[in-house]
């Protein structure tokens, strides 16, 4: 029996850039999403330092996010120290994804 695998490149239904940025029209969100995305930058403004490293400020967006769309639990869950290295590890290699984390740096960090 052979297992086959395709390969799918995600795309996501919404651009966070945009969102970051403030950029989006009003009532493209609903509240829910909204108070995710405030939480979300409220946290990274607070734990985001100029003087990290981009790896350490990535791994933080990648923790805050995480924390803010599926609770803190999940990040503090066995395991999901592995499950963010590997997505910190997936933005750093890819370059579009490396940029748009280094202007949410730019635009955080304090």
């Known amino acids: 029996m052979k297992t086959q695998i395709s390969k799918k490149e995600w795309a996501p239904t919404s651009g966070i850039i945009p969102l970051i940025l403030g950029v989006?029209?009003?009532g493209k969100l609903d509240k829910k999403a909204t108070s995710k995305l405030d939480l979300f930058e409220k946290c990274l403004g607070r734990?985001?330092?100029k003087e990290d490293s981009i790896e350490q400020a990535v791994t933080k967006i990648v923790k805050l996010a995480l924390a803010a769309e599926f609770g803190p639990s999940l990040v503090k869950a066995a395991g999901a120290s592995r499950m963010i290295i590997t997505i910190t590890r997936?933005?750093?290699s890819d370059p579009k994804l490396k940029k748009q984390a280094l202007i949410i740096i730019?635009?955080?960090?304090?």
């Open 24 to 26: 989006v029209p009003e």
């Open 90 to 92: 997936a933005i750093m």
């Open 106 to 110: 730019d635009r955080l960090a304090q």
């Open 47 to 49: 734990d985001l330092d």
